[in-house]
């Protein structure tokens, strides 16, 4: 397809042509007669060699319609003309009802039809409507049909909803023209206006629903065009509503008596235009309707569409925002547009009118709503800091915002100078200090473009796609998420909601949210522009020095205690000691814990679980300790003896010669990184291993996730922890984190927390006993582990799909750790991935004592802390570069970036 044809879809009125004839006559022939099949897929096949070279949405969806309606006036016409007698039967009429009443065909929508009949004739109607189906299905048409009186209409339109829908869109396709008429007249009086508020407010119930099945933001990052919130759907519910509401049915007409404004007509018909385009992409690539955007598709359609990459972002992404932009702009005006048509009537309004109240200079208040008076609108819109103030009186006294106030707000073009006015900083500000409706109150301004004026750091990220597995909203929204997330934290009963509670400059942390991602989109580390933006906000809300550093730090750092929560051992004091030295104080330490639990958090359903909150409570917690003075280093002999006096009393008095002896065969890291109750599970496991080569444990847990512990020999096991890592991976298991015990006496303790992303909420254990054979069979040389790469069950992932532009690192950190070499290896993940880093590690003769395995969807953030053969760091610097280029070998197989 030609680059220039997605031109038509910017947002700017598309005139439609005429629709132009296609050539080809259908079959009049008997039904079912093979020249009208043979028609019938011509026509189809010139239809879509059309779309393929640069046919609009529009044009394509029009000629599938006409298609559709010469097909079914043939069939029609030559059914009555063998059942009935006459060319033009009184008491019969076909009629095209739902998306084809509209006249939307997509290439494999539904078609709806009703056989309207009169009670005397039944039997030809029967008759009529089999000769007319039956051809349509040869032609493997998916058709949805009734055969009704208008009796059966009104009465079906009562009772159910869907039914009620579908009948006030219709078009009569053939038969009596006076039976369908009068159709319309009796639905629309017994059924249509019967209750028309009822309706309304159903039909809002229905699209809440909808939206909560199919996502509840446009920003979901496989959407489904059709039903998604801000898709075709969406349009159609508009339409239902100004049905029910004003009696119109189309766009233009409603453009025409002044209900639709202009601009949001245009906005409409260009994303209506597009859904469709992608729509009819997807059924005729696929041969079925087909309506989820997969990453797979994106790719496809985005070159299909003629998009290009530029220098900072991927076609894909661009193709992404762009549709973006289109179900927003959807969403925005069905909201509004349902919001004003389904307000009280000033009848109905006339108690609250009395009611109200005016706020000088420009506001009129009522129980339930603010508006701003249509006599100071101009002088309004000069006024950034009454522009806020509307959304900050409509925050504290839990207000609506009226439809006549949204709508002009909408539509209104605002300098970003008026709302950059100091006083209106001032009271962003206020907005971000209350203790209620913050997340609300953003989103609103977010909505109606009033946000990104305050903010233009936060506007640059407007519906900026990074096309990840791992990120499942665009950038936007993921930060008003976390906005949600965070103000939750104030009724919330656990740690996080204690922290936050404790904070005093929340306005600072607001900020801090909004701000934490402003610097992606750039190739350069997003964390260093986002302290540039930073500074630049802090400036212009004339923060003083102490808040501006405060902001600047908690952007630059947002990531930082994730990385070490999840990449460090937390038991080493060195770790701990340099973190907390960074943060320098506990009012910084708790709102850089906040922030980077509601940024994971906001990431997407299933990216924040127990183990990443143990970690990052536990990183809070010691570091805490250090910064309050109290926690001193600890006294290692001391608390190595209190810790085998409690493994004595719960072992026993007849335990205590046994447990020594292997006690004093552990390094004393061991003792002071696990509990009392695991270090009793461990011994019996190596007082046992005298009889077994190798021992496996597994314990389960309910969510999928299991503790497994594997206890060997080293000299009859060799690359163990390869052996285990591969034989995990293998088994489809995501690996959290592995801790590594080597005894005097070479007895290796091997510990990993896992996850069975494909095991609900119930522990499988005949699951985990398979895998705790497969782990015993690699151990025991019964089994190599790459056998087990294949014929397993597979990995439900995009391994093909090329996700990231980030390239291959390998870093070895020689100064957090004092006992260990820290290997960082970032790659784009890919099954076996893990299995061949470790066996690539034991081949360059070191031991790997601890280890984080980090996997974000398609990327793999792998932490192993190694020594060599001597026991020893890694220092010598080719030793260390050797290291390297190994490493990126096998995760690249053709080089990489060494660090």
Known sequence: MAASAFSQYNIAMVEIDDIIRDAGALDRSAPGSPNLKVAWDERRAAIMQAHREGASGRKVVDRLTRLTDDVLLTLYANAVARHVAGKDVPGLALVAVGGYGRGELNPHSDVDLLFLYDPRQADAAKAVSNDVLYPLWDLRLTVGHSVRTVADCVEVGLADLTAHTSMIETRLLAGDKELYQRFVREFTAKVAKKDVMSFLYRKAEEQRTRHQRFGATVFLQQPNVKESSGGLRDIHYLLWVAIARYGIGKLRGLLEKGLLDPNDYKALVNARGFFWHIRNELHFERGKSVDVLTFEEQLRLCRFFGFHETRTSRDVERFMRRYYLHASRVLDICSRFVDRATTRPLSKTLSTMIFSRKVAPYFVLTSREIRVDARHEAAFLADGMGILNLFHLAQAYGLRIHPDTVEMLSHARIPRRVLRQPDAMRVFLDILRWDSGVAETLGRMHRLRILGRVLPEFARVDRLVTFSQYHKFTVDAHTLYAVELLEQLAGADDVFGKVFREIRRKEILYLAVLLHDAGKGLHRDHCEVGEELAGAVAERFALVPKDTDLLRFLVRNHLEMSHIAFRRDLSDDTVLTQFARHTETPERLKMLFVLTHVDIRAVGPGTWNGWKEGLLTE???????????????????????????????????????????????????????????????????????????????????????????????????????????????????????????????????????????????????????????????????????????????????????????????????????????????????????????????????????????????DRVVDVFYVKDLEGGKVEDPERVEAIRARLLEVVTGHGGVVV
């Open 619 to 857: 990183l809070y917690a010691r570091s805490i300790e250090i910064l309050a003075g109290r926690r001193m280093v600890v006294d290692m002999a001391r608390e190595i003896g209190r810790l085998r006096e409690k493994v004595h009393a719960v072992l026993g008095p007849d335990a205590k010669d046994w447990s020594d002896e292997i006690l004093r065969q552990a390094p004393g890291r061991y003792l002071v990184a696990h509990s009392v109750d695991d270090i009793c599970r461990h011994l019996g496991m190596i007082r046992k291993l005298k009889d077994n080569p190798a021992l496996v444990e597994i314990v389960p847990q309910e969510d999928g996730s299991a503790d497994i512990t594997v206890c060997a020999h080293d000299r009859l096991v060799p690359a163990l922890f390869s052996k285990i890592a591969g034989t995990l991976s293998a088994k489809d298991l995501q690996i959290y984190d592995a801790r590594i015990t080597t005894f005097r006496d070479d007895v290796v303790l091997d510990e990993f927390r896992v996850k069975d992303p494909n095991m609900g909420s119930f522990i499988d254990h005949d699951r985990w006993g398979r895998i705790r054979n497969a782990l015993l069979d690699v151990l025991l040389g019964r089994v190599e582990v790459e056998s087990l790469f294949v014929g397993g069950r597979g990995r439900k992932s995009h391994e093909h799909i090329a996700f990231s532009h980030t390239e291959p690192m390998v870093r070895i950190d020689n100064e957090t750790s004092a006992s260990f070499s820290i290997i960082d290896v970032f790659a784009a993940d890919r099954q076996g991935l893990l299995y061949a880093i470790t066996r690539a590690i034991a081949g360059l003769g070191l031991s790997v004592f601890f280890s984080r395995i980090a996997t974000k969807a």
